[in-house]
């Protein structure tokens, strides 16, 4: 990694060390259904986010991992203010992001920023590379004088491994994985100390992924970022993360350190998730401890009652519908499971 | 419905086939698709053969030129720019790239299917699922309409879609992603063809139904018979499924192999690499090894070993000479590396 010092203003970082960066309490997102021509009245509510609460901290890694549908992006978009939420708490640095006005809210979104999963749709293609980078500085012009910008947008591609020559080039000229590495170098343009990470791998070749991977743990380390990072593909959360939450139908059903959850998950969706996820390891195959699930998410504007995955999983029984699981410590795995019969699977055990 | 196709008919669409050649067969295929500026070779002297009952994968990533290959068994190359340039395709023994349109049309339908990434633009949104599945046999068998129908629902049960005689009259729109790939591979399965083509057909759909459905063209596969190429990006899919492995890179095969060959014993450094940029369960807190660069573009084919630029064991000699695909260690074994015998040493 390039030695190019960014300056960092700002932040105050002298707070107790344990403080989280970003809190989260009881997130809700119910996006609306509308029926009606001319007076439309609400009949229903698609529950994407349905009271999710959790802590990042400092330089910390918080992969959110699901499956399509189950509300990982929604909690990412709520919280960079792109959509409202329904209700919830979320605390950057002890101010609620939710509650505030359109200056403090400018001033925080700097604080934390974004990299979007499609390289291709993120960046503008009228643009070029050295505009996209610094446009965040026409916006939040205090952070760096007119004068430097130019100079710090060439430091900024060479942070992320792109040659600083090339900022009058056009998206198109760029492959994939370059134009991702566009996208991290506009996020690091404020010096944020969040980034929110939604899928910024998936659509890249499996050669290209690793750089890329390799690049977001550099500038963490580099910058003591702390990082939401949001992907389906489990063997790259495992791989950056230090905590884990997982999802399902808008609710955290499992969260804990990254080795509890892959070694010792107790929610039956974490271990189905886990158990189907193929291995690129042909004497893994027909494992005969295998989950495969049946059926499909059900549709988040009519969840089933008390647990959301009691319709797919071999363990739900009367209590299951009745009673909702709460996110709570059971006596095994040591990390909070939202299942009324968390345990380790017998063969995890052994 | 008969389920067992391993021993097809002696007659391919008025051909006679020849019981000794494999159940299909490509040879030196060469696709190019003539642009205005330039053209691209997106297929080049690409080789492979399937046997009934097994399972081939095609690995490679975008722009590798792996769906091509079975663009061209199937016939369905847009061309222009699309043009087959060379080389043979042959079912049992029977060549399918001279044959008239007409022929072409009998084989996609009993004996080739071929099923896609993306289910929804492959069904036709405007008709029932049981309407498009029974068109199958209406327009293939000339079944009456009452008969196709009760095939359709047949079929629909049988790739396990709950309910099949009330979900036959829904549209595409209604079902999920996973019910409508089976959806798709019930379409494709209609006829009991011999050779099916899943190009992608699990990228689309999240982990828990993904697992789901490649469980479920095994079990199809083991019913049937029939030989499979799936064509993916996928690591972990292709150590599930597959038998053989042909690895693709800039249009053109760069190593074949069993699976177990492939990923215990890789001779080739792209595939070596391949395994190696994957995270694995205990690679945290160490860096990942990526392959440097990107896959490159086609049209400005790198010279010598198109891999060359990318490859941490090129040597002078790799950027003049392009290494052919040669067997190694016996058949169904090859590589098209200069240093294939160095390849395991990098492994770190």
């Known amino acids: ?350 | 419905m008969s389920t067992t196709v391993a021993t097809g008919p002696a007659e391919v669409a008025g051909h006679t086939t020849d019981p000794d050649a494999p159940l299909l067969e490509v040879t030196d295929l060469r696709v190019e698709f003539r642009m205005r500026h330039g053209t691209v070779v997106a297929n080049d002297s690409v080789s492979y053969a399937l046997e009934a009952g097994e399972t081939l994968a095609i690995l490679g990533e975008s722009g590798s030129g792996k769906s091509v290959s079975a663009q061209a068994i199937m016939g369905i190359i847009d061309s222009p720019p699309g043009f087959i340039a060379g080389g043979s395709v042959r079912y049992r023994g029977v060549e399918l790239l001279t044959m008239p349109e007409k022929q072409r049309r009998t084989i996609r339908a009993n004996h080739i299917a071929m099923i896609f990434q993306d289910a929804l633009t492959a069904l036709n949104p405007v008709f029932s699922v049981g309407f498009q599945i029974a068109e199958m046999y209406r327009v293939h068998q000339g079944v009456s309409k009452k008969e196709a129908t009760e095939k359709a629902i047949e079929l629909l049960d049988r790739v396990k879609i709950p309910a099949a005689r009330e979900r036959i009259d829904h549209y595409p729109h209604e079902f999920s992603g996973g019910m409508r790939q089976r959806v798709m591979i019930a379409m494709a399965l209609a006829l009991n063809p011999a050779v099916l083509i899943a190009d992608e057909p699990t990228t689309a759909l999240d982990v828990t139904v993904q697992a789901q459905v490649m469980q479920l063209l095994k079990e199809l596969q083991q019913d049937t018979g029939m030989g499979l190429i799936l064509i993916t990006h996928d690591l972990g899919v292709v150590a599930e499924v597959a038998d053989r492995v042909s690895v693709m890179y800039a249009g053109r095969i760069v190593e074949t192999g069993s699976i177990q060959d492939i990923y215990e014993r890789p001779r080739h450094p792209y595939t070596l690499g391949l395994m190696e940029s994957l995270p694995s369960m205990d690679s945290r807190g160490t860096r990942l090894e990526p392959i440097p660069g990107s896959p490159p573009d086609l049209q400005n084919r790198p010279t010598g070993c198109a891999f060359h630029p990318r490859c941490r064991m090129a040597r002078p000699r790799c950027a003049t000479d392009d290494p052919p695909l040669l067997t190694i260690e016996g058949a169904g074994r090859s590589s098209a590396c200069h240093y294939h015998e160095e390849v395991h040493l990098e492994r770190g």
């Open chain 1, 1 to 350: 990694m390039s030695a190019v010092e960014i300056e960092r203003t700002g932040h105050d970082f002298r707070e107790s060390p344990d403080e989280p960066v970003l809190r989260v309490e009881g997130l809700v997102k119910h996006f609306p259904i509308r029926q009606g021509v001319v007076i439309k009245r609400q009949v229903g509510a698609v529950q994407a986010v349905d009271g999710v609460s959790f802590d990042l901290k400092q330089g910390e890694t918080l992969g959110l991992v699901g499956e399509s549908g189950c509300g990982k992006s929604t909690v990412a978009r709520t919280l960079m203010r792109l959509q409202e939420p329904t209700a919830g708490k979320a605390f950057y640095k002890g101010r609620d992001i939710f509650d505030l006005g359109k200056g403090d809210l400018r001033r925080i979104r700097r604080e934390i920023q974004m990299i979007f999963q499609d390289p291709y749709a993120s960046l503008n293609p009228r643009m070029t590379v050295g505009d996209i980078v610094g446009e965040p500085w026409e916006i939040h012009p205090d952070v760096l004088p007119k004068a430097e910008r130019r100079h710090r947008v060439g430091e900024l591609l060479e942070l992320v491994g792109l040659n600083p020559n090339h900022l009058n080039r056009y998206p198109h000229q760029f492959s994939g994985g370059q134009r991702q590495r566009v996208g991290v170098a506009r996020a690091l343009a404020l010096n944020p100390s969040v980034i929110i990470c939604d899928e910024p791998v998936s659509a890249l070749d499996v050669s290209v992924q690793a750089q890329v991977v390799n690049l977001l743990e550099d500038i963490q380390d580099e910058f003591g970022l702390s990082y939401i990072f949001i992907a389906h593909d489990l063997s790259v959360v495992r791989h950056i993360s230090d905590r884990v939450a997982v999802m399902y139908l808008g609710k955290i059903v499992e969260i804990g350190d990254a080795d509890e959850i892959y070694n010792a998950p107790t929610h039956p969706y974490t271990q189905a998730l886990l158990s189907a996820a193929p291995k690129p390891d042909p004497s893994a195959r027909d494992d005969v401890n295998r989950i495969i699930l049946e059926g499909d998410v059900p549709n988040p504007a009519d969840p089933p009652s008390g647990c959301n995955f009691r319709t797919r999983c071999w363990k739900a029984d009367d209590l299951c519908a009745r009673e909702e699981p709460l996110l709570e410590t059971h006596g095994v795995g040591g990390h909070p499971s939202a299942c009324h019969y968390a345990e380790l699977r017998s063969t995890d055990v052994a």
